[in-house]
């Protein structure tokens, strides 16, 4: 880690040394020794939960070109597949959080830090005030908040499907998760990191593969991001306890053995929860948002996605 010259920075990097257990803790402190010190884009950071982290993985889910992000998987096509369109091409899954903060744009540095200051306060379940994260940004960028903030809540959306809101005229926001997961997203009770990207991220597997994804292609995918079972993450804990487990047990994913496996083989489809609480069509613009695109450019997948908001509507109309 470079020296840090001021005594503030300094103390909160003796912060981050004392709390390597807590990663967010020590975004939080040099967040707000950063604030404090009025920081310049050239001041050192302490490696953190964004920082530490490669970039967001990525699947290829058609026989389109690869994409070009560190890490990527193919699945396994069949000669039908062969005539794709060329516009199914490979989608990106972002999964693990991933920074722009060393970019050459200063307010992407800044959205990189207030990124990271909403991530401390979510984790340590902290009040968001607006007032708070104007410390984040210098006071002679103020009259670009709005911007910063758009920039650190589309980034945070895209690796861990919640969203940044207001939620009263005091200027309290909070992160809230697109699904209905116990704890705001944490699944479990306590402080911690939102599941709720992870858990888009499987339903967008399942989905391009079939609506039923085979375990071991699950876990392959998974290993591209780094999150392996048996092996503890520091945001999703035991991957395995909580992907057949406890999303299973919450009713988001069904885990089933192949009928007549021997030996026994295991796969992956969407819950009960997971079809009441989103759609096909919104897992694409999930998808779409991480690629940069819209729905719409994933031809084959957005016509099934289509059919499926038909056949809701008609059901919706019909109980009605």
Same mark, same amino acid.
């Given at each position: 880690m470079m020296p840090w010259s001021h005594k503030t920075k300094h103390h909160a990097g003796e912060k981050c040394h004392e709390a390597q257990d807590e990663t967010l803790s020590c975004e939080g402190a040099q967040a707000t020794a950063a604030a404090e010190e009025e920081s310049t884009p050239s001041s050192p950071q302490c490696g953190g939960i964004i920082q530490s982290l490669p970039a967001a993985g990525s !699947?290829?889910?058609?026989?389109?070109?690869?994409?070009?992000?560190?890490?990527?998987?193919?699945?396994?096509?069949?000669?039908?597949?062969?005539?794709?369109?060329?516009? @199914?091409r490979a989608i990106a899954f972002a999964a693990l959080p991933y920074s722009e903060s060393s970019g050459s744009d200063f307010l992407t540095r800044k959205a990189g830090l207030l990124e990271q200051f909403l991530l401390y306060k979510y984790k340590m379940k902290q009040p968001i005030m607006k007032e708070d994260m104007l410390k984040m940004v210098h006071q002679n960028y103020h009259d670009r908040f709005v911007?910063?903030?758009?920039?650190?809540?589309?980034?945070?959306?895209?690796?861990?499907?919640?969203?940044?809101?207001?939620?009263?005229?005091?200027?309290?926001? @909070?992160?809230?998760?697109?699904?209905?997961?116990?704890?705001?997203?944490?699944?479990?009770?306590?402080?911690?990191?939102?599941?709720?990207?992870?858990?888009?991220?499987?339903?967008?597997?399942?989905?391009?593969?079939?609506? !039923?994804?085979?375990?071991?292609d699950i876990w392959r995918?998974?290993?591209?991001?780094?999150?392996?079972?048996?092996?503890?993450?520091?945001?999703?804990?035991?991957?395995?306890?909580?992907?057949?487990?406890?999303?299973?047990?919450?009713?988001?994913?069904?885990?089933?053995?192949?009928?007549?496996?021997?030996?026994?083989?295991?796969?992956?489809?969407?819950?009960?929860?997971?079809?009441?609480?989103?759609?096909?069509?919104k897992v694409l613009e999930f998808l779409a948002k991480v690629n940069d695109t819209v729905p719409s450019a994933f031809t084959s997948y957005y016509e099934e996605a289509l059919r499926d908001e038909e056949e809701r509507a008609k059901a919706m109309h019909s109980q009605g």
């Amino acid at each position: 880690m470079m020296p840090w010259s001021h005594k503030t920075k300094h103390h909160a990097g003796e912060k981050c040394h004392e709390a390597q257990d807590e990663t967010l803790s020590c975004e939080g402190a040099q967040a707000t020794a950063a604030a404090e010190e009025e920081s310049t884009p050239s001041s050192p950071q302490c490696g953190g939960i964004i920082q530490s982290l490669p970039a967001a993985g990525s !699947c290829s889910i058609s026989q389109g070109p690869q994409t070009t992000t560190s890490a990527s998987i193919s699945s396994t096509t069949s000669d039908d597949d062969s005539n794709d369109q060329p516009d @199914d091409r490979a989608i990106a899954f972002a999964a693990l959080p991933y920074s722009e903060s060393s970019g050459s744009d200063f307010l992407t540095r800044k959205a990189g830090l207030l990124e990271q200051f909403l991530l401390y306060k979510y984790k340590m379940k902290q009040p968001i005030m607006k007032e708070d994260m104007l410390k984040m940004v210098h006071q002679n960028y103020h009259d670009r908040f709005v911007e910063i903030l758009k920039k650190a809540s589309e980034r945070i959306e895209m690796v861990f499907a919640v969203d940044v809101k207001e939620v009263d005229s005091t200027s309290h926001y @909070d992160l809230v998760s697109k699904l209905k997961l116990p704890n705001n997203g944490r699944v479990r009770a306590g402080r911690g990191l939102p599941k709720t990207g992870l858990l888009m991220n499987l339903l967008g597997m399942i989905f391009i593969k079939g609506n !039923c994804a085979a375990e071991e292609d699950i876990w392959r995918f998974l290993s591209m991001m780094g999150v392996y079972a048996g092996r503890k993450h520091f945001i999703y804990g035991e991957p395995r306890k909580l992907i057949t487990k406890d999303l299973v047990r919450l009713k988001y994913l069904e885990y089933r053995q192949v009928p007549d496996s021997d030996p026994p083989r295991f796969e992956f489809l969407w819950g009960p929860k997971a079809h009441a609480e989103t759609s096909k069509m919104k897992v694409l613009e999930f998808l779409a948002k991480v690629n940069d695109t819209v729905p719409s450019a994933f031809t084959s997948y957005y016509e099934e996605a289509l059919r499926d908001e038909e056949e809701r509507a008609k059901a919706m109309h019909s109980q009605g």
